[in-house]
């Protein structure tokens, strides 16, 4: 049973340019949340999908956008990238129908902007 | 607006001895609760939850957790530590709010088990 998986591993980018991370959810999720973790700090939200629709999205700016494909992989883009932005980006999935069921997570991407 | 706080940057304990990892949460309506763990260079793994029920929820590797609610607290435990259970632990809680279930974590509490 393939747990997330998340690609790349790691990725270095300049300030300005514009990046997109892929997520696989695990085998039979339908629901795909995307967490930024900063050094030294718990993950922040940024957004859901569910339905190949944007469901809920944390305190995050436009900059930051994402995609679910019919077969629920999904897609984080961030746009204009600034040094701040450097974190580890985690993907985590979970199945719709389960109330409140756990999320699973992948190993992140981690994304380092010079 | 949902919070948590886990008040200890780092916990230390002696292989045996049982452990405490504290988490108190602010939500404005029901709790569901969790704790995550973190080793080094690796995603979030799931240890257990709290959605209705027991208090006292058990989870895998040993862990449980006890919600108390007039605390507004869920702190985790285990009866005796091991040196492999050292790693960076996260109290997370999550409301139902547009059909979604986003997770709003702490800031984690590095466990450091010694021999």
């Known amino acids: 049973d393939a747990g997330v998986t998340q690609s790349p591993t790691h990725l270095i980018k300049t300030r300005g340019q514009q990046v997109t991370l892929r997520c696989s959810p695990k085998?039979?999720?339908?629901?795909v949340s995307w967490y930024q973790q900063a050094l030294g700090q718990g993950p922040q939200f940024i957004f859901q999908y569910y339905e190949e629709e944007e469901r809920q999205r944390g305190n995050f700016p436009d900059r930051f956008s994402g995609h679910q494909f019919p077969n629920y992989s999904s897609e984080l883009n961030v746009n204009a990238l600034l040094l701040g932005d450097s974190a580890l980006y985690l993907c985590?999935?979970?199945?719709?129908?389960?109330?409140?069921?756990?999320?699973?997570f992948g190993p992140g991407t981690r994304l380092t902007v010079t | 607006a949902q919070s948590v706080a886990q008040p200890e940057d780092q916990v230390n304990v002696a292989e045996g001895n049982p452990l405490t990892v504290k988490c108190t949460y602010s939500?404005?309506?029901?709790?569901?609760l969790f704790w995550y763990v973190q080793y080094p260079n690796r995603g979030l793994q799931f240890l257990l939850k709290?959605?209705?029920?027991?208090?006292l929820v058990k989870g895998s590797y040993g862990f449980e957790a006890e919600f108390n609610k007039s605390q507004t607290s869920f702190h985790l435990k285990k009866p005796s530590a091991l040196v492999s259970d050292s790693a960076l632990y996260f109290c997370a809680v999550s409301v139902r709010e547009g059909g979604g279930n986003k997770l709003t974590f702490g800031t984690g509490t590095q466990l450091k088990v010694e021999l």
């Open positions: 939500v404005s309506g029901n709790p569901y």
């Open positions: 709290y959605i209705t029920g027991d208090n």
């Open positions: 985590a999935s979970s199945l719709a129908g389960v109330v409140l069921g756990e999320q699973y």
């Open positions: 085998s039979g999720h339908d629901t």
